[in-house]
């Protein structure tokens, strides 16, 4: 299938897709005041370009405008008020640089699973980014972003899942454009966007044990499932003071439901404190 297409949007966007989906966030927000992605306001028109290989392998071109703005916080209550555990105020969220944006921007998208629940197969995204330039506008940089991601089934009831996400810029790039790591589906033994940078590289890996289909008979706990994981990565400036230079590396251990997953996870590295952190997920972490 070839598709070609217009808009024209007014919307609230942000880069963290990659972490943490909208429905899973808006639950942490609507009933916690846990709230893990950055928003700004966008506005523009674009054109694209999409062809689709046998729903494997996704391609697409994209030439858009768009004049970015902050978005400061106007919401401060949640379902449950002040009471169990949601008594934290929802974080500020950060000014961007505004302005007006021209750019081009290509993705390349291969899913070799034969579905999302597969247990099996490769998953691979590629996206370059050009903005300013001949193109004009307020910013002028460029971006190029490569997630690559095993999913391999390991024996019995057992599966290891694997990721190495890797990005780097070219120019200034603007403060909404960074790469950020630290917390959910990226480095879970540190707190929420603990290293940013204009170039940043991460690897997790986790192994998970299906309790009930391993050990059968023996496994007291039904639909429960445990893992390990391991995650190191880190974010840096190409220029200037560099900033998270060194690797930094969490482990901890997870356990699983059908739609329940919850990490303990911690650093490994000696300059930093041995503090446990939790994180709960509806969904598979990557």
Known sequence: MVALGFELHGLTNTQDNWRIDEIENSIFAFLLRRDFRDYYRREGVSTYIFRDFDRMVEVRGQVGVDVFESMSNSVSWNLFGDRWGSRMNFRPNPEIEAGQMRNVMGTLQLDSRASQRSRQGWR????AEKAGGILGGDFDFERYILDVRRYQ???RGTQLNLRVRAGTGRGRVPVQFLYRLGGPSSLRGYGLNAYEGDRMVLFNAIYWVDGEAHFRDDWPLDDVGIGVFFDAGKAWFSDGE????????SAGFGLKTDNLRVFFA???DANDPVDWRVWVRFR???
């Open 124 to 127: 691979l995204m590629a996206q």
């Open 153 to 155: 089934y390991a024996g």
């Open 242 to 249: 560099p900033v998270g230079t060194r690797v930094v590396t």
């Open 284 to 286: 598979r972490a990557f």
């Open 266 to 268: 911690r650093p490994l």
